[in-house]
Each structure stands twice: as C-alpha cells, then as structure tokens.
C-alpha cells in the first residue's frame, strides 16, 4: 500500500505501479537473452583421400566459441532425432554417429526439413568418395536480433504508454484536492476545492477482507472515493484518515 508523504503545506500520496514496471523491464531484459544464447554452428568437411579426411565442427555464441575435429574415418552417418515426445515435440536434432557415440550437429530448431536435408547432405557425402568438401553453416543470429528489437520495444511502449502513476495530492497552497492518474504521454486527473471539504469518513468495506473506502464529503453532499488510489487494512485506512483530518484541521 502506497501511504502519504507530508511536505510543508501537502499531503501527497504516490502510488507508483511496481508491478507494471516491473512487467515492462522484464521484457526489456527479456528481449536480449536470446540474442546471448543463438549463434552460428558451421560443419566443414575435408576429404584428402576416399578414406581420410577431417570434419571441423565449430559453434560460435555471444558469450565464446569451441571446435571439435572428426576424422572422417569413424563417421558412420547422420540423422535426425525428435526432441520430446510424440504428444510434446520439442524440436528437432541433427546427430553425427561416430564409432565413439553420437554428436549433435548445430542447435536444435523446430525446423524439421531444414535438419533432414543437413543429415541427407551429410550422407551423401560420407556415400561419395568423389566429393572433396562439405561445408554447412546454421546461422540464429536473426532471431536473436527479431526479439531483441521486438520485446524492448514492447516494454518500452508499456512503461512509457501504459504505466501511470496515481496521485492523491492535498495542496494547500493551492488550495485543491488533486487526484487521478498521470503518465509520460498522458494523464487523468481530477480537482476539488479544499474549502469545500467538510469530512473525511471511513466506509466499511462489504468484503469480509476488503478495504474500507476512505471518503471526501464535500459541502455539497457529495462523496469523492480515493479508492483505487488509496487502500490498505482497517488499522492502515483509520491512521490514513486521522493524517487527512489532522492536515485539513477536520
């Protein structure tokens, strides 16, 4: 619960929306993970002889780079494994299978044909004693860039365009009552009279646990609610009043 400031001749409550800010930085911070984790897989392969040869795995990320050589000898073949389940598909691997084991080739990707092609690639070359070089490159670069330009901006447009603050400000100075909600681009506020303020009253709330309504009664008869602005527990909105009552002389 925001709770009010006292300044010489204010009384200002600022409820600052926390939890919006907080959405909107999270998809700024959002937008650059991905970017940090895609990256560039290259395969290139080497064939001296129809039996000798060298394939040079090499994954380059934001954060460093590793290579890994194969000798074309103990390479049995490629293919193609489904990450998950069949009710779950989590994307799709291609693999290197070695005398030694198998190894992932690049990033899994939700991409199906683009990985099938790779293993028939893969294949073929490992089938053709002729063909002297492979070389295949997996670039996700792009993607990483599309959130980080995407989710950024979306949380910058919601901090700047949908996260107001509300206001509750009792001047004296100026002689008003100031409440509503202001933002960078726009704002929605209200003002009354301070010397038209009779009372400031405490509604119970209907809710077994809600918060009781604080209420401005003008001479008028009519009744300002400070609800949503200000809220709080029982004890919290009966000191609320007394500090309201206490600034105006109530």
Partial sequence: MARFTSRPHRLILRDRPWLSW??????????????????????????????????????????????????????????VEQLGSERVNRGYQTKLQTRDGSINVGDHTGF?????????????????????????????RWLGWIFLVLFPSIGIVWILGFSKVGIVDFDQSLGTLT???????????????????????????????????????????????????????LMQQKQTVAQIRNFLGL
């Fill in 179 to 233: 409440m509503g909600y202001q933002g960078v681009f726009s704002r929605q506020l209200s003002q009354y009279p301070l010397n038209h303020i009779q009372a400031i009253e405490l509604k119970p709330s209907s809710a077994p646990k809600g918060s009781p309504e604080i209420l401005v009664i003008q001479d008028s008869g009519k009744r300002i609610s400070l609800d949503p602005l200000c809220r709080g527990s």
């Fill in 112 to 140: 199906r044909e683009w990985h099938e092609n790779l293993a028939q690639e893969i294949n073929l070359f490992l089938e053709e004693p002729g063909q002297a070089e492979l070389f295949a490159r997996q670039d996700d």
């Fill in 22 to 79: 907080g959405l909107g930085c999270a998809l700024i911070l959002g937008g650059t993970i991905p970017l940090m984790v895609m990256g560039t897989n290259e395969l290139d392969c080497h064939r001296t002889s129809a039996n000798d040869g060298e394939c040079h795995l090499r994954d380059s990320h934001l954060w460093g780079s590793q290579s890994r050589t194969i000798p074309l000898a103990i390479i049995e073949g490629a293919w």
